[in-house]
């Protein structure tokens, strides 16, 4: 170098200084003795080059959406928030108190049925019973008429034969035989008689019995129809109640309760979180060229490389995504079972890999009319040899063409570098970002305490603010139903009295045909099956009728309304509101559930999702580990149904639509917080390099670079960083355990 050209590279080098210390606060420590160098140079090595997009990701779960088909009233939820279900477990149940009523009538009507089908198969087969003994007895006399007739007959016989010797009798004597023989005659007349008349009652008999046979076939072939109608109906009835009742369709945890009391068709009432199906979603988009040339997708946890898989979104997401204006983030199965829901990854996006290929540091190369170039150095001095490029990792660039391996490459410097002092690089963790939110104690489940009634007088209204379960909170006067009621217990006299009765006429029946003994043995047991037959068709029916007048009485007279459970209760009456007339949608108050007490956190930022472990800090300094277990969209009306998996619904939410709070259990149960902050974290990622921000320069359409001490002499590096907190910088590429980095760089 000629004195001309190093007066020349050191008017440069202070020129470059000047700019790098504007701004710059003039209290910094003393500068050491400033680095001059000549021409620098680095070798061309052969390398791996990848060539990827790295960018963040989430480990989050399937989500399972319940939802009813029609809008119900009046909601009971049987669950709450981080509890663990499984498939089938009921998770809430609305108001059917009208089936469950219909279903009870039902259920009495068929037991009538079936009782009065019993009764009257009995009753025809104890009938038939007796005409067999009828049919017997008459078949026993005529075979004793027939033997009697037989008797006589024979010894007629012998008379005939005894006459017949006396043919030498008198003329009287022939008379008399004669008129012997005329009695004989009309005996056999009348025998015959009576033969056919046994016979018509035999054939009348036996024609009842087959009556009597087919009307219980016809009456039983009858009554399976009633039964079949009655068991459709109630089928039907118990399909709806279980319409109304809300159950698990995979095993997981609450991660979202409505907590209305009146849930709309297909709202998602309640979300369950399915842990067993995780994927890792990433945290923005990916550009059209990068999916196309995107060959394969990893991640490093816990200090090991983890593939992933895409998990591309079927045609009917797409179609939803479209209909919402929802961007559709890249997402990638889990096969990983180490990873737990929350976590948050460097997610590497493949697109070329290149082995055993020449490579220089991408500071090397230089871009001139659209052709590319390197320095090579060759006896001190520069040469410039155009080269040809393949892909680039952000530090270093495939040379295809132009370069050799171990070529000598110049390494652009200025000739004097000034620095504070120099720190060795070192693996660490690095926690990526934080969030902070107000946090406090509070309930989810707010109920909205009505009379249900219409017309309903207030009598009395409660001053308590703070309720047991079954604390009397109102009673009202309610006068429409009383002439229903009336009627009914008239009824339930009136059925009362015809039961006696009957019960007393039918077991002095019973009484009198014990007295006539065994001949009266079918009729005493047709009696008897009379008796118990009343006495069901009487339970049943005033069963009815009871059950019916104690639905009324709830809504009829004193209705006393009474806390479901304890907690704090905000009245819209006091105690002087008495006379106020009432609708059956009228607010008495509003009663917070206090048996589910959770940290809530406001969410309007979207910081908290359900699975993500925080820090809470207190007012007075003490700090808490907890656990986010509800956090999720409330099921709005505009996000639908996308798609099954294993017969399993699952839904897709729109993060702008979160709802607005989050709900915090600490792992310490005994811990008692009343107000302070929550802090979310990333899960802290080990075995990393992590620099103070400061020290990461910036070249516009270059990239990222610090400045380190390689063989006593400064170089300019490029770097990779991922995601960048207020004071550190995650390096992914460029830099490696023990390198030399320069700080205070001016």
Same mark, same amino acid.
């Given at each position: ?90 998770? @809430? ?54 033997? @009697? ?99 698990? +369709? ?145 530090? +270093? ?85 009383? @002439? ?78 009474? @806390? ?11 105690? +002087? ?170």
């Amino acid at each position: 170098m000629n004195k001309k050209q190093m007066i020349s590279m050191g008017m440069t080098f202070a020129l470059l200084l000047g700019m790098i210390g504007c701004g710059k606060n003039s209290e910094i420590p003393k500068l050491k003795k400033p680095v001059s160098e000549s021409v620098q140079s680095v070798k061309a090595e052969k390398k791996s080059i990848i060539e990827e997009q790295v960018v963040m990701g989430d480990v989050t779960s399937h989500y399972a959406g319940c939802h009813y088909t029609e809008d119900k009233q009046k909601v009971e939820y049987f669950v709450t928030y981080g509890e663990h279900v499984t498939k089938g477990q009921v998770l @809430a149940k609305a108001d059917c108190s009208e089936y469950e009523a219909q279903l009870e009538d039902m259920n009495n009507q068929l037991q009538q049925e079936k009782e009065q089908t019993s009764y009257e198969k009995k009753h025809i087969e104890l009938e038939i019973k007796q005409k067999k003994l009828d049919q017997k007895k008459a078949e026993q006399l005529e075979q004793q008429k027939k033997k @009697a007739a037989q008797q006589k007959k024979e010894e007629q016989k012998k008379e005939e034969e005894k006459k017949q010797e006396e043919e030498a009798e008198s003329v009287e004597n022939t008379d008399a035989e004669q008129s012997t023989e005329q009695e004989t005659t009309e005996e056999k007349e009348e025998q015959q008689e009576n033969t056919e008349e046994e016979q018509e009652s035999a054939q009348a008999i036996r024609a009842d019995i087959r009556r009597m046979e087919t009307d219980l076939e016809y009456k039983k072939q009858l009554s399976d129809i009633h039964i079949s109608k009655y068991n459709k109906e109630i089928a039907a009835m118990k399909e709806k109640i279980s319409e109304n009742t809300l159950t698990a +369709d995979v095993d997981g945890y609450v991660a979202y309760i409505a907590f209305k009391e009146e849930a709309l068709a297909m709202e998602n009432i309640v979300m369950i979180a399915d842990t067993e199906k995780l994927y890792v979603e990433l945290q923005e988009e990916l550009s059209e060229p990068t999916q196309k040339a995107m060959t394969r997708v990893y991640t490093t946890y816990l200090g090991e490389e983890v593939e992933l898989k895409e998990q591309p979104y079927s045609e009917s997401e797409q179609r939803l995504a479209a209909r919402n204006s929802m961007v559709l983030k890249p997402r990638f199965s889990v096969e990983n079972k180490k990873m737990v829901l929350g976590d948050y990854l460097d997610v590497h996006i493949v697109i070329g890999e290149s082995s055993n290929t020449v490579a220089v540091p991408t500071t090397c190369l230089y871009t001139s009319d659209e052709k590319q170039y390197v320095y090579k150095v060759v006896n001190g001095k520069k040469e410039k040899c155009f080269v040809e490029t393949g892909i680039t990792n952000g530090t +270093d660039v495939e040379i295809t063409s132009g370069v050799e391996e171990g070529d000598d490459i110049f390494y652009p410097i200025g000739e004097k570098i000034k620095y504070t002092e120099t720190e060795t690089v070192k693996k660490g963790e690095i926690s990526l970002w934080k969030q902070t939110s107000v946090l406090k104690l509070g309930y989810p489940r707010e109920l909205e305490i009505t009379t249900g009634v219409d017309e309903a007088k207030l009598t009395y209204a409660t001053d308590k603010r703070q309720v047991e379960k079954g604390d009397v909170l109102a009673t009202v006067q309610v006068d429409t139903g009383q @002439a229903d009621v009336e009627e009914l217990n008239s009824q339930i006299d009136s059925l009362e009295r015809q039961y006696k009765e009957q019960k007393k006429t039918g077991e002095e029946a019973v009484r009198q045909l014990k007295k006539q003994g065994e001949e009266q043995a079918v009729a005493l047991a047709i009696a008897k099956l009379e008796l118990q037959h009343n006495e069901a068709i009487y339970t049943l029916q005033k069963k009815a009728l009871s059950v019916e007048l104690e639905r009324l009485k709830k809504k009829t007279g004193t209705v006393t309304i009474v @806390a479901s459970c304890s907690g704090n209760y905000e009245s819209e009456f006091s105690s +002087d509101s008495e006379h106020t007339i009432l609708r059956a949608d009228h607010l008495l108050g509003t009663l917070t559930d206090q048996t589910m007490p959770y940290y809530q956190s406001d969410n309007m930022r979207n910081v908290f999702h359900y699975g993500d472990h925080v820090s809470v800090e207190t007012d007075n300094g003490d700090t808490y580990e907890g656990e986010v277990v509800g956090a999720y969209p409330a099921g709005n009306q505009e996000v639908n149904f996308v798609g099954e998996d294993d017969n399993v619904t699952y839904y897709m939410m729109d993060p702008i639509k979160q709802q607005t709070m989050a709900y915090i259990q600490l792992k310490d149960e005994t811990a008692e917080v009343s107000s302070g902050k929550a802090s979310v974290t990333s899960n802290a990622i080990s075995n990393v390099i992590a620099l103070p921000g400061e020290e990461v320069k910036r070249e516009e359409n270059v990239g990222e670079y610090v400045w380190i001490l390689k063989d006593g002499k400064p170089y300019k590096q490029y770097i990779v960083t991922l995601r960048n907190t207020d004071s550190e910088c995650w390096v992914i590429r460029g830099l490696s355990e023990g390198d030399v980095i320069l700080k205070g760089v001016e």
